[in-house]
């Protein structure tokens, strides 16, 4: 496609009929992709492992939800239902707008899930005439009632001083628009529910409900109040007031901060008219915590996330914004990057095809796992002549590559249970020596081993000062645990553990023994805790008594106790080794922290500096590259005026930079230095500068001073 | 009281149903009665009724258009989100649908005076038309000549029309600047107690006496008339609370006469709803609950002011709380407050006598994005990136209204925010990350 013509003109090119076709989800994932073979398998995988995820999560919120809708639903129930009595009370009582405000938390980007379910599940149950509006559309009152009317009739609505509404008149005899009014919404509904009714009153609605359904109510929700402009939502609720009677309104506000913004909002005249009730969801720390329950720490997915991994995905909710959605968000993320950039992901699959797909591999694959970390040192503890084989024989590598699969799933099998056990038996202890919820656990664990913590030895001493009836429960709590679990280590661990409690249980029947002897010596150290002592010395004398203790003698419980930990320690030190310790642990662990952190986390200002900094990083030009940090001279103009510009103090010269500029741009261009045109400031040159400031104003690097008509002021310091 | 309204031209029987109709306001009613006129008489070209809340105005309006079926429309202002609305609900209940329909799209002024000139000729008024404006405070914001159009509409469609406005404020907050035809004022007092006492009286509980009733009423006035004085809620009040009146009387203990032991058992009960269900604390529903419930359950129902606490990520607590002291701490004060090694300030220069404990009482002073970001990064105790979800976490803090924004939106070079949130809420914010705000703080220096 080009033009050979010379005369200069507009040039037509109609868009080529191939060029049209776009690009599915797969052709993206496989451009690019490091070993192409098996990227279609791969895209499939990744896409089936999503679904899956999203399926799951999904489940989980409506489950988590469950609690407040269906509280919310009886709420709404319960307000049509009143509204028909025809007693004294009922009579006399200033008819109120039912209004639940629903606080949902500061995470507002989870907020959408949970209203579209609300909203499904009245539409279900309840009543088909739900709208929900937003802050953003509604800037003023015509606005918001448009919106209400618009989504409850299902027709456009006129407002009559709307430019927008010139396309809207073509259709205009079709769709007959309707005033912005919501008397236009009452006769609607009194419409609408007397044909609903003479025709076939609840033919689609089971039976039970009929009775309320009647008159179904109105339900507009208003997603973010604090978003709402006060005087808006104080007038829509004086106008919905005055039509109460004849229509069934009732209001959902969506609170991100807390009821009170209620109060701030709506003054008592408003306020009066609404019958508010409170209802509270889950919060959102709990949320993520069953996310990652059911999500991360399952063998449900072979998919993994390394420790640093979930370290960034974790901080950004802990940090930055509490969102749920985004944290799975996030996991996607790993998830494409995982099946993208790693070609052995073929394996990170379930057992039955991972080890099919084993048995496929081809050469180069099989190269690339001995390229792999974890095999190289797999094979330095190898005999020799082994060694030998695995390095060379193809299908000698492939059995051992399918052992070595299962040995990875046999240890996530592992790894799950113990890590829970050890989180019960830890996280009442005082102070939270290993974190109070295991997800910190889990990310101690993922980093290390964690029995050469020294938290996990003060968690230990603490556990070993525990009283018996607590302990016995804490460890019942772990034997449930591994009843879950199927694989036969778990099961004969839960053997010894039934067999511990068992014992612990005797003693209880054998407990009429004689007094320990030991009571004398105890009873001094004891007194000596009556005095005042801060928390460590406390423990200090604590762990000293158990010393005393121990080095008299110990009593039958204690021995036990000593006992029930000493299996607690092996089982965590033979199950809860970090992955990276595992051999192959790289097709199913995502671990590049760095891309996740880039795209969840952008720094705009810090690449903006990069890019000025180094333009070599974005422009791939080698003339650009210089070792020392510093630009060199055939920079772009714009990097030699930032550089000039971190070399002067808060207020700048413009002439001097100028002068600057022109040097060094004449060293670019090659010039004499000794000659007289070296440096000299042409039109060209000025220009040139002017535009690079400009550019540099422009990114908010300097702003213009009034302190000094010739010169800027800088904006920023420091490195970032 | 003269009981009866007397003015010639209407129906005697009629008169006396609307004088029924509306208990202690005989006066106002026949004020008006007599401005009226008879119904084929002109009548004055404007009315303005002012009155607080609830003193009865469109009731009393009501009745007598109702009740003397009087043509009339009645529209309240606040609906109407345009002036086509108001022309078109006056045209409609006057001449009927097609009249409104005869309307162009956003109609003018002279549009309606038009199409009513040209319906009112076709169908010219045998009894006065009545159009009834309720908040008529609003008018104010609408278009500048709406409201003097509005006062001398009978000149300007040549047609026997009244229109009557109702407001809430006085007139004089109302003349316009280049001077108006003059309404006539009519204003309506409060409710007294006495006059409340006998229109609540009035809607007795049908299954029990009339002295019963009145001796609650006489209660519940006792406690709620020092704060509020709307009919409306006073009426909705008395339905909530009298089924706990009577429940001695149900249990037998007492008798309807004895009024003493029947206050002793309601007063704390309405002091407690004075607290809870007046202020919407709990909802009416949740309030006739809690009735039901054994008094030692009443606890569980937490009103909505109780639950002030608010989660936020890290960050947005740190960005808060920098927000919170740019606010109330004088930017000259910054240097001292969070640059290391700051040298030396005289104290006496440091420490202004006005500017000192005045802070917090002037409340908060705006500040630009920059000093924020600067006071965030020294007070957050880790290295920071500055990250775009930094950036973004100012903007919800905004929309949470934690934050306000002063400059103007359009300018996005250099926003200046308030802090939004009160002293408890940013120390209970700054207790849960251990950062002492109160040592940060000029005021508490």
């Given at each position: 496609?080009?033009?050979?013509?010379?005369?200069?003109?507009?040039?037509?090119?109609?868009?080529?009929?191939?060029?049209?076709?776009?690009?599915?989800?797969?052709?993206?994932?496989?451009?690019?992709?490091?070993?192409?073979?098996?990227?279609?398998?791969?895209?499939?995988?990744?896409?089936?492992?999503?679904?899956?995820?999203?399926?799951?999560?999904?489940?989980?919120?409506?489950?988590?939800?469950?609690?407040?809708?269906?509280?919310?639903?009886?709420?709404?129930?319960?307000?049509?239902?009143?509204?028909?009595?025809?007693?004294?009370?009922?009579?006399?009582?200033?008819?109120?707008?039912?209004?639940?405000?629903?606080?949902?938390?500061?995470?507002?980007?989870?907020?959408?899930?949970?209203?579209?379910?609300?909203?499904?599940?009245?539409?279900?149950?309840?009543?088909?005439?739900?709208?929900?509006?937003?802050?953003?559309?509604?800037?003023?009152?015509?606005?918001?009632?448009?919106?209400?009317?618009?989504?409850?009739?299902?027709?456009?609505?006129?407002?009559?001083?709307?430019?927008?509404?010139?396309?809207?008149?073509?259709?205009?005899?079709?769709?007959?628009?309707?005033?912005?009014?919501?008397?236009?919404?009452?006769?609607?509904?009194?419409?609408?529910?007397?044909?609903?009714?003479?025709?076939?009153?609840?033919?689609?609605?089971?039976?039970?409900?009929?009775?309320?359904?009647?008159?179904p109510?109105?339900?507009?929700?208003?997603?973010?109040?604090?978003?709402?402009?006060?005087?808006?939502?104080?007038?829509?609720?004086?106008?919905?007031?005055?039509?109460?009677?004849?229509?069934?309104?009732?209001?959902?506000?969506?609170?991100?901060?807390?009821?009170?913004?209620?109060?701030?909002?709506?003054?008592?005249?408003?306020?009066?008219?609404?019958?508010?009730?409170?209802?509270?969801?889950l919060?959102?720390?709990?949320?993520?915590a069953?996310?990652?329950?059911?999500?991360?720490?399952?063998?449900?997915?072979?998919?993994?996330?390394?420790?640093?991994?979930?370290?960034?995905?974790?901080?950004?909710?802990?940090?930055?914004?509490?969102?749920?959605?985004?944290f799975?968000?996030?996991?996607?993320?790993?998830?494409?990057?995982?099946?993208?950039?790693q070609?052995?992901?073929?394996?990170?699959?379930?057992?039955?095809?991972?080890?099919?797909?084993?048995?496929?591999?081809?050469?180069?694959?099989?190269?690339?796992?001995?390229?792999?970390?974890?095999?190289?040192?797999?094979?330095?503890?190898?005999?020799?002549?082994?060694?030998?084989?695995?390095?060379?024989?193809?299908?000698?590598?492939?059995?051992?590559?399918?052992?070595?699969?299962?040995?990875?799933?046999?240890y996530?099998?592992?790894?799950?249970?113990t890590?829970?056990?050890?989180?019960?038996?830890?996280?009442?202890?005082?102070?939270?020596?290993?974190?109070?919820?295991?997800?910190?656990?889990?990310?101690?664990?993922?980093?290390?081993?964690?029995?050469?913590?020294?938290?996990?030895?003060?968690?230990?001493?603490?556990?070993?000062?525990?009283?018996?009836?607590?302990?016995?429960?804490?460890?019942?709590k772990?034997?449930?645990?591994?009843?879950?679990?199927?694989?036969?280590?778990?099961?004969?661990?839960?053997?010894?553990?039934?067999?511990?409690?068992?014992?612990?249980?005797?003693?209880?029947?054998?407990?009429?023994?004689?007094?320990?002897?030991a009571?004398?010596?105890?009873?001094?150290?004891?007194?000596?805790?009556?005095?005042?002592?801060?928390?460590?010395?406390?423990?200090?004398?604590?762990?000293?008594?158990?010393?005393?203790?121990?080095?008299?003698k110990?009593?039958?419980?204690?021995?036990?106790?000593?006992?029930?930990?000493?299996?607690?320690?092996?089982?965590?030190?033979s199950?809860?080794?970090?992955?990276?310790?595992?051999?192959l642990?790289?097709?199913?662990?995502?671990?590049?922290?760095?891309?996740?952190?880039?795209?969840l986390?952008?720094?705009?200002?810090?690449?903006?500096?990069?890019?000025?900094?180094?333009?070599?990083?974005?422009?791939?030009n080698?003339?650009?590259?210089?070792?020392?940090?510093?630009?060199?001279?055939?920079a772009?103009?714009?990097?030699?005026?930032?550089?000039?510009?971190?070399?002067?103090?808060?207020?700048?010269?413009?002439?001097?930079?100028?002068?600057?500029?022109?040097?060094?741009?004449?060293?670019?261009?090659?010039?004499?230095?000794?000659?007289?045109?070296?440096?000299?400031?042409?039109?060209?040159?000025?220009?040139?500068?002017?535009?690079?400031?400009?550019?540099?104003?422009?990114?908010?690097?300097?702003?213009?001073?009034?302190?000094?008509?010739?010169?800027?002021?800088?904006?920023?310091?420091?490195?970032? | 009281?003269?009981?009866?309204l007397?003015?010639?031209?209407?129906?005697?029987?009629?008169?006396?149903?609307?004088?029924?109709?509306?208990?202690?306001?005989?006066v106002?009613?026949?004020?008006?009665?007599?401005?009226?006129?008879?119904?084929?008489?002109?009548s004055?070209?404007?009315?303005f009724?002012?009155?607080?809340?609830?003193?009865?105005?469109?009731?009393?309006?009501?009745?007598?258009?109702?009740?003397?079926?009087?043509?009339?429309?009645?529209?309240?202002?606040?609906?109407?989100?345009?002036?086509?609305?108001?022309?078109e609900?006056?045209?409609?209940?006057?001449?009927?649908?097609?009249?409104?329909?005869?309307?162009?799209?956003?109609?003018?002024?002279?549009?309606?005076?038009?199409?009513?000139?040209?319906?009112?000729?076709?169908?010219?008024?045998?009894?006065?038309?009545?159009?009834?404006?309720?908040?008529?405070?609003?008018?104010?914001?609408?278009?500048?000549?709406?409201?003097?159009?509005?006062?001398?509409?009978?000149?300007?469609?040549?047609?026997?029309?009244?229109?009557?406005?109702?407001?809430?404020?006085?007139?004089?907050?109302?003349?316009?600047?280049?001077?108006?035809?003059?309404?006539?004022?009519?204003?309506?007092?409060?409710?007294?107690?006495?006059?409340?006492?006998?229109?609540?009286?009035?809607?007795?509980?049908?299954?029990?006496?009339?002295?019963?009733?009145?001796?609650y009423?006489?209660?519940?006035?006792?406690v709620?008339?020092?704060v509020?004085?709307?009919?409306?809620?006073?009426?909705?009040?008395?339905?909530?609370?009298?089924?706990?009146?009577?429940?001695?009387?149900?249990?037998?203990?007492?008798?309807?006469?004895?009024?003493?032991?029947?206050?002793?058992?309601?007063?704390?009960?309405?002091?407690?709803?004075?607290?809870?269900?007046?202020?919407?604390?709990?909802?009416?529903?949740?309030?006739?609950?809690?009735?039901?419930?054994?008094?030692k359950?009443?606890?569980?129902?937490?009103?909505?002011?109780?639950?002030?606490?608010?989660?936020?990520?890290y960050?947005?607590?740190?960005?808060?709380?920098?927000?919170?002291?740019?606010?109330?701490?004088?930017?000259?004060?910054?240097?001292?407050?969070?640059v290391?090694?700051?040298?030396?300030i005289?104290?006496?220069?440091?420490?202004?006598?006005?500017?000192?404990?005045?802070?917090?009482?002037?409340?908060?002073?705006?500040?630009?994005?920059?000093?924020?970001?600067?006071?965030?990064?020294?007070?957050?105790?880790?290295?920071?990136?500055?990250?775009?979800?930094?950036?973004?976490?100012?903007?919800?803090?905004?929309t949470?209204?934690?934050?306000?924004?002063?400059?103007?939106?359009?300018?996005?070079d250099?926003?200046?925010?308030?802090?939004?949130?009160?002293?408890?809420f940013?120390?209970?914010?700054?207790?849960?990350?251990n950062?002492?705000?109160?040592?940060?703080?000029?005021?508490?220096?």
């Amino acid at each position: 496609m080009s033009t050979s013509s010379v005369s200069k003109g507009c040039f037509v090119f109609k868009p080529s009929a191939k060029k049209k076709k776009t690009l599915s989800l797969e052709d993206h994932f496989i451009h690019g992709c490091e070993g192409a073979d098996e990227s279609k398998t791969r895209f499939n995988q990744c896409q089936d492992l999503w679904d899956q995820i999203k399926t799951d999560t999904e489940l989980l919120q409506d489950e988590l939800n469950t609690k407040i809708l269906d509280s919310l639903l009886d709420f709404t129930r319960k307000c049509s239902s009143t509204r028909q009595h025809n007693d004294w009370a009922s009579h006399m009582r200033a008819s109120e707008i039912p209004t639940a405000a629903l606080v949902l938390g500061v995470n507002v980007p989870d907020h959408d899930m949970t209203f579209q379910s609300l909203s499904e599940l009245l539409r279900q149950s309840v009543t088909p005439h739900v709208a929900s509006v937003q802050a953003k559309e509604c800037g003023a009152l015509k606005h918001l009632i448009k919106r209400v009317l618009e989504r409850l009739l299902g027709t456009d609505v006129t407002v009559d001083d709307d430019e927008e509404e010139e396309t809207e008149q073509t259709s205009a005899p079709l769709h007959k628009s309707v005033h912005c009014s919501l008397s236009t919404l009452c006769d609607w509904y009194t419409m609408n529910t007397k044909k609903s009714y003479s025709l076939t009153p609840g033919k689609k609605r089971s039976s039970p409900v009929k009775d309320d359904l009647q008159q179904p109510p109105i339900v507009i929700i208003f997603k973010d109040l604090e978003a709402f402009n006060a005087r808006v939502l104080q007038d829509f609720i004086l106008i919905c007031s005055r039509y109460i009677e004849r229509l069934p309104l009732m209001f959902i506000f969506g609170i991100a901060t807390s009821p009170s913004t209620i109060q701030h909002m709506l003054p008592h005249s408003v306020s009066s008219l609404l019958c508010i009730e409170l209802f509270q969801s889950l919060s959102c720390t709990q949320h993520l915590a069953t996310v990652i329950d059911k999500l991360i720490l399952t063998t449900h997915f072979p998919f993994k996330l390394n420790g640093k991994v979930m370290q960034v995905l974790i901080s950004i909710f802990l940090y930055h914004d509490f969102s749920v959605r985004n944290f799975i968000k996030g996991v996607q993320l790993a998830l494409l990057e995982h099946f993208h950039s790693q070609p052995l992901s073929v394996l990170c699959c379930r057992k039955k095809e991972a080890l099919l797909n084993v048995m496929q591999l081809g050469h180069q694959d099989l190269e690339r796992i001995r390229q792999l970390p974890s095999f190289k040192r797999y094979v330095e503890k190898q005999e020799p002549q082994e060694q030998e084989h695995l390095l060379t024989d193809d299908t000698h590598l492939k059995e051992v590559c399918r052992r070595l699969i299962k040995d990875l799933r046999k240890y996530h099998k592992h790894y799950y249970p113990t890590l829970r056990c050890l989180h019960t038996l830890t996280s009442s202890l005082p102070r939270y020596p290993l974190g109070k919820q295991i997800r910190e656990l889990h990310l101690i664990c993922l980093e290390k081993n964690v029995w050469e913590n020294e938290e996990y030895q003060s968690a230990m001493k603490l556990l070993k000062m525990m009283a018996k009836d607590e302990l016995i429960s804490l460890l019942k709590k772990c034997a449930e645990i591994l009843q879950h679990s199927k694989s036969k280590n778990m099961k004969s661990a839960l053997l010894l553990l039934e067999a511990m409690l068992a014992k612990f249980k005797q003693l209880d029947t054998v407990v009429a023994e004689p007094p320990p002897p030991a009571e004398e010596s105890i009873t001094s150290p004891v007194k000596n805790l009556q005095k005042k002592m801060d928390l460590f010395q406390l423990q200090k004398a604590l762990l000293e008594m158990n010393e005393s203790r121990r080095s008299k003698k110990l009593s039958p419980f204690e021995v036990l106790r000593n006992e029930a930990l000493q299996f607690i320690d092996s089982l965590v030190q033979s199950h809860l080794s970090p992955p990276e310790s595992q051999t192959l642990y790289e097709v199913c662990y995502y671990s590049s922290s760095a891309t996740v952190r880039r795209h969840l986390n952008a720094a705009p200002r810090t690449s903006i500096q990069a890019a000025l900094n180094s333009p070599f990083y974005y422009l791939q030009n080698d003339r650009l590259k210089s070792e020392d940090g510093s630009v060199s001279n055939a920079a772009p103009d714009i990097c030699i005026v930032y550089k000039l510009h971190l070399e002067c103090g808060r207020l700048i010269n413009l002439f001097d930079w100028l002068e600057a500029f022109a040097t060094v741009v004449s060293a670019a261009e090659g010039n004499d230095p000794d000659s007289d045109s070296f440096g000299k400031v042409d039109d060209v040159k000025h220009a040139r500068f002017i535009r690079a400031v400009s550019e540099l104003e422009f990114l908010g690097f300097i702003k213009s001073t009034k302190q000094k008509t010739d010169h800027v002021a800088r904006i920023t310091w420091g490195g970032c | 009281m003269s009981a009866l309204l007397q003015q010639p031209g209407y129906e005697e029987e009629r008169l006396q149903t609307v004088s029924k109709k509306l208990p202690c306001r005989e006066v106002q009613a026949g004020m008006l009665l007599s401005l009226m006129g008879q119904p084929h008489q002109y009548s004055y070209p404007s009315i303005f009724i002012y009155g607080h809340q609830s003193s009865g105005k469109s009731h009393v309006l009501n009745v007598l258009l109702k009740e003397l079926e009087l043509p009339h429309a009645t529209v309240s202002f606040v609906e109407c989100v345009s002036v086509a609305l108001l022309f078109e609900q006056v045209l409609l209940s006057f001449f009927g649908c097609d009249a409104a329909s005869l309307l162009p799209r956003s109609p003018s002024l002279s549009d309606f005076v038009r199409i009513y000139r040209q319906q009112s000729s076709q169908s010219p008024a045998k009894q006065t038309r009545y159009i009834v404006m309720e908040k008529a405070e609003l008018l104010r914001d609408s278009d500048a000549n709406l409201l003097p159009a509005l006062l001398r509409l009978q000149e300007l469609v040549e047609d026997n029309v009244t229109v009557i406005l109702l407001s809430e404020i006085v007139w004089d907050r109302f003349r316009p600047n280049t001077g108006c035809f003059e309404p006539l004022l009519l204003h309506f007092p409060d409710y007294s107690k006495g006059e409340l006492q006998h229109i609540l009286a009035q809607d007795r509980n049908p299954s029990y006496s009339d002295e019963f009733y009145s001796a609650y009423i006489n209660i519940l006035l006792g406690v709620f008339y020092s704060v509020c004085r709307d009919l409306r809620e006073l009426r909705h009040l008395a339905a909530l609370n009298f089924s706990k009146f009577c429940e001695p009387l149900a249990e037998g203990k007492v008798k309807e006469t004895d009024t003493h032991k029947l206050w002793r058992n309601i007063e704390p009960h309405l002091k407690k709803a004075m607290q809870t269900v007046y202020l919407r604390e709990v909802s009416s529903l949740q309030w006739e609950q809690m009735q039901q419930m054994e008094e030692k359950e009443n606890g569980a129902v937490r009103g909505l002011s109780a639950h002030t606490h608010v989660e936020l990520p890290y960050y947005s607590k740190f960005l808060l709380i920098a927000a919170y002291l740019a606010s109330f701490n004088p930017a000259r004060t910054d240097k001292r407050f969070f640059v290391k090694h700051h040298g030396k300030i005289k104290k006496t220069n440091f420490l202004k006598k006005n500017e000192k404990t005045s802070n917090h009482l002037l409340g908060p002073k705006p500040f630009p994005l920059d000093r924020l970001l600067a006071i965030f990064y020294s007070v957050v105790d880790s290295r920071v990136a500055p990250t775009a979800s930094i950036f973004s976490q100012i903007s919800s803090l905004v929309t949470l209204q934690l934050l306000t924004q002063v400059s103007h939106g359009d300018q996005i070079d250099a926003p200046k925010y308030k802090c939004a949130v009160s002293m408890d809420f940013i120390c209970a914010i700054s207790r849960t990350v251990n950062f002492e705000i109160i040592k940060y703080l000029y005021d508490f220096l």
